[in-house]
Nanobody, 118 residues
Framework: QVQLVESGGGLVQAGGSRRLSCRASGSIFIINVMGWYRQAPGKQRELVATITSGGSTNYADSVKGRFTISRESAQNTVYLQMDSLKPEDTAVYHC????????????WGQGTQVTVSS
């Protein structure tokens, strides 16, 4: 099994920065992609950014140039550095760990709230 624990959420002013962390434990060798999704009130969950085990990254257009995803393999941790935050970035941010289907479905973290005040 894989478990994900997120941290780093909180209240930040518009234009500020915040860094989210997600640490994986358990059968981490089977994880090939980690990333972040977010869900704002009344909206569907949406992709923010992902990073593969090889380091390839993918970002939603709305966060390109402002957010940076990185991965520290030794600590089994993925980070989301969020800069130039906007009120529309307010959401619950969920970490995700993807693995080949033969090992089961995607693993989700419990989520961490990020609130950006104007």
């Amino acid at each position: 099994q894989v478990q994900l624990v997120e941290s780093g959420g909180g209240l930040v002013q518009a234009g500020g920065s915040r860094r989210l962390s997600c640490r994986a434990s358990g059968s981490i060798f089977i994880i090939n992609v980690m990333g972040w999704y977010r869900q704002a009130p009344g909206k569907q969950r949406e992709l923010v950014a992902t990073i593969t085990s090889g380091g390839s990254t993918n970002y939603a257009d709305s966060v390109k140039g402002r957010f940076t995803i990185s991965r520290e393999s030794a600590q089994n941790t993925v980070y989301l550095q969020m800069d130039s935050l906007k009120p529309e970035d307010t959401a619950v941010y969920h970490c995700i760990a993807k693995r080949p289907p033969v090992y089961g479905s995607d693993i989700w973290g419990q989520g961490t709230q990020v609130t950006v005040s104007s």
